[in-house]
């Protein structure tokens, strides 16, 4: 028998260890709108987004195929059959998440990085209601309570913005709202297929698919696929090694311990890490109402992460064929 107390302790290094992943995936995809401002420097929102989707591909999915040839024992993913609801769940990643890059990737042309994200960061709302309305996932008072207070931070970081907004800002606003629900749809199936598929696995899938689809509209609509000066090649490596393959890629790594609400949640940090690189890089102000903001947030997260729905303890695949699924690490 081992020890109660040693449980105790693996139990609570491996969530220490989760949230330690939670935290570098934060920083790395705050990296992203920074890229993004650079990179359309000199090239269009969909190529831009083309770029982090294809350079992704080139580097992760290069690994892949060496790990897996030089281990060939170590994968078991290709040797379980897909089921059909498997099948329908890797092409959604795809088409989902494409759109929410795009629309996000608009909305920075119009607004400001900082805006930009507080909105498309309101994505807990519609991650925590398609959990209860699609997944049956119940969420007691002290999650609920908890991402009410940090949305309310949130918001207030917004305020500011919103009494000067221009009809562009206002444009960029709807790109931005709307990119934040396709995000929290990516984050649902996201969540389902880590109970059978590696984090690596699933981006590939989200890439590949992506820059398929983006491919004719960038050649069509752009009419430049790659880039020509240094500081956008640079940025575009950024976002697809960076922000995608770290950051999101560690983000799904983590929904094996923290629910998708609760990730979804944690990300009303990010316009903490990016606002202050904005600040750093484009001179972007920081007012003491922002300050305040972000304080509000934190303690909205603190209250919230301590609830038994911020975890995938007891949580099950929604299953669409009647068997269990396996989960890949």
Known sequence: MIPQNLVQLKSDRTQALA??????????????????????TDLGANGTVFNRLFFFVVFFGTGKLISQRLTPAASTEEALPFTRRQWLLLGSVGVVSITSLVLWAISLEYTTVAKSMLLN????????????????????NKFLIGMAIALAGAIALGLEDLNDASAGSLTGDI????????LGTYFLIVEQLRFRFSATTI?????????ILLLPVVLLVEGQLFPTT?????????????????GQRLLAESMD????????????????????????IFL??????????????????????????????????ASGDGSPTSSVK
């Open 257 to 280: 311990k923290f629910s998708s609400s609760f990730v979804s949640l944690f990300l009303l940090l990010e316009p903490i890490v990016s606002a202050m690189l904005a600040w750093a």
């Open 19 to 40: 949230f330690v992943t939670l935290c570098l995936a934060l920083l790395s995809v705050s990296f992203a709108p920074i890229f993004i401002r650079w990179s359309e």
């Open 175 to 182: 790109y931005a709202l709307l990119s934040a629900i396709f």
């Open 203 to 211: 981006l590939l899938w989200r890439c590949i698919i992506g820059s």
């Open 284 to 317: 972007e102000a920081i007012s003491p109402v922002t300050w305040l903001g972000f304080a509000v947030v934190l303690s909205g997260i603190y209250l919230a992460q301590s609830s038994q729905a911020a975890t995938q303890k007891d949580l099950q695949p």
């Open 230 to 246: 240094t500081t956008a090649w640079l940025a575009a490596i950024g976002l697809g090694v960076i922000s995608e393959g770290l």
């Open 121 to 140: 960061n309101l994505t807990p709302i519609f991650t925590t209601l398609g959990s209860w309305l699609f997944l049956r996932r119940q969420f007691d």
